[in-house]
């Protein structure tokens, strides 16, 4: 991702949990053109209530671009489904904060003043800023569950197949047996 921070507008997911620690994931908005931005899951910082973290002393380190420009590698992914509880507008660290149960970009979008791609970027590991969140793991890729339901729908193949065998043989041999008893 190419583009400015947009600090001001910084959000965050409530709820979330890091070796059994409750927190927080603060997500910044990047802008990619004046009209278009993208939602970077910059990492997880520690709050005790689950909501009310330090954001702002984890912004990352501007001072040398003011105009917070960054260039920075991650992983796009999709949007996370809604939850029952809808978005918030909280004071967090001196700044009304959007605080999301999930992270829906639909939901985010709302509150922005531009378009949002509809995808966000889980950030790589920055290395260690003081104060930076820490990074969330990527999604270890796998081939899902697709070797358990091969293995099902064969059984239920085999199932059906030795369950007709057994009934055509077992009719079968009712038939005759009723044949020769008359």
Known sequence: VRGTWDLDRELVVRGRSNRGAPGVNVVTPVLIAPDRAVLVLRG????????????AGARPDVS??????????????????????????RSIGGLDRLVLGTL????????????????????????????????????EPSDGPHLFYAI???????????????????????????????
């Open 44 to 55: 997880w910082l520690p709050a005790a209530d689950g909501v009310s973290a330090d954001v």
């Open 64 to 89: 040398a671009d003011p105009a917070h420009y960054v260039d920075l590698d991650g992983v796009a992914l999709p949007g996370e489904r809604a939850l029952s509880i809808p978005p918030r507008t």
């Open 104 to 139: 829906v970009i639909e939901q985010a979008s709302e509150s922005l003043p531009y378009e949002l791609l509809p995808f966000y970027v889980l950030a790589a590991d920055r290395g260690s800023e003081a104060g930076a969140p820490v990074p969330v793991p990527l999604p």
């Open 152 to 182: 099902q729908w064969f059984s239920f193949a085999t199932i059906a197949l030795v369950g007709a065998a057994v009934y055509y043989w077992t009719r079968r041999r009712t038939v005759q047996q009723a044949r020769s008893a008359s």
